[in-house]
């Protein structure tokens, strides 16, 4: 968050995908949710249309599993 905070958006995105990546490995589904939802709720403005919904989409596949 503090990347996006500075505006390093680019950077910001790298670190909560692979913090994503690293959680889901970790089987920490609730990490990796809230690392999906950082940059959709931080990012929004930055991110392209196709960006959002494959973002989106992977967020709801997190949370139907967790169901």
Do not use: F, H, N, P
Request: proline share 0%; net charge neutral; charged share 40%.
């Amino acid at each position: 968050m503090v990347l996006c905070r500075m505006g390093r958006y680019r950077q910001a995105k790298r670190v909560l995908e692979r913090a994503c990546q690293m959680a889901e490995r970790c089987g920490d589904r609730a990490g990796a949710e809230r690392a999906l939802q950082t940059v959709i709720e931080q990012m929004r403005d930055q991110l392209d249309d196709d960006e959002r919904i494959e973002l989106r989409a992977t967020l709801d596949e997190l949370l139907s599993r967790s169901a």
